[in-house]
């Protein structure tokens, strides 16, 4: 891979607390999309990466331990440098209240668990696109 290609690459950061599922989306992610992953088991961790660096994506859980991924999403709108960053919640929380409620905060979309593959990537790619259009306006 070349630099420039490297350089073009979409960063996205993933923030589960399950480490089974932060492989399976890294591994999805940087092959279906080629995209430099960074992984984040807990939401201090991720806030942390999302306050220091700018990403393409955020892949984010909602029940975590301690913060969970509402508050999350909350702090990383109201005073990161990804306020705008596409962020799509990847959780097993089904309801239409959690999914109004991750809309309501940011989330730009929202898929349920099980990951279905084809679905999250499309998702992922829908989001990354449109994001690009807004920034080119």
């Known amino acids: 891979m070349s630099a420039e290609d490297l350089a073009s690459r979409q960063r ?30 807990t939401s201090v961790q991720a806030l942390r990466l999302a306050e220091s660096s700018v990403y393409d994506a955020i892949l984010l859980d909602i029940l975590m331990p301690g913060m969970d991924g509402f508050e999350l999403l909350r702090r990383i709108r109201e005073n990161t440098p990804n306020a ?17 409620r991750a809309r309501s ?17 499309n998702m992922i790619r829908r989001e990354l696109a449109a994001a690009r259009r807004a920034e080119s306006r």
Do not use: N
């Open 84 to 100: 705008a960053t596409p962020v799509i919640v990847v959780s097993i929380l089904s309801d239409d209240k959690s999914a109004e």
């Open 12 to 41: 996205i950061l993933i923030v589960d607390d399950e480490e089974s599922t932060r492989l399976l989306l890294a591994r999805m992610v940087s092959t279906e999309l080629k995209a430099e992953v960074q992984l984040a088991g």
């Open 105 to 121: 905060l940011g989330a730009s979309a929202y898929h349920v668990k099980p990951i279905r593959r084809p679905e999250l990537i």
